[in-house]
Nanobody
Framework: QVQLVESGGGLVQPGGSLRLSCAAS????????MRWYRQAPGKERELVAS??????RYAESVKGRFTISRDNAKNTVYLQMDSLKPEDTAVYYC????????????????WGQGTLVTVSS
């Protein structure tokens, strides 16, 4: 069984930095895209950043402040968050497309449990 586990969330002051990690574990043959989403109270879940191969994409609200990276050997994706603002406060979710075995026909869309990031003085 494949699962994603996020870590690194917590309380940080405005202007501070935080680094999130998401590790995939279980039976894994290949992972194509890995993404970070976030959801603030009373708001819809939104895509923050994605990485596929060497290609990265960011939401306009975090561009220039957040950096997504990936360690394929460890099946882990990271989100470096700098110059944090109160409006960045949300539960951050990891998402990935995972092919479990060589005979698997499709990639499964897997979600982590989320990690809370609170930006406050």
């Amino acid at each position: 069984q494949v699962q994603l586990v996020e870590s690194g969330g917590g309380l940080v002051q405005p202007g501070g930095s935080l680094r999130l990690s998401c590790a995939a574990s279980g039976t894994i043959y290949d992972i194509n895209v890995m993404r970070w989403y976030r959801q603030a109270p009373g708001k819809e879940r939104e895509l923050v950043a994605s990485i596929s191969g060497d290609s990265t994409r960011y939401a306009e609200s975090v561009k220039g402040r957040f950096t997504i990276s990936r360690d394929n050997a460890k099946n882990t994706v990271y989100l470096q968050m700098d110059s944090l603002k109160p409006e960045d406060t949300a539960v951050y979710y990891c998402n990935a497309g995972i092919r479990e075995r060589i005979i698997t026909l499709e990639y499964r869309d897997i979600w982590g449990q989320g990690t809370l990031v609170t930006v406050s003085s």
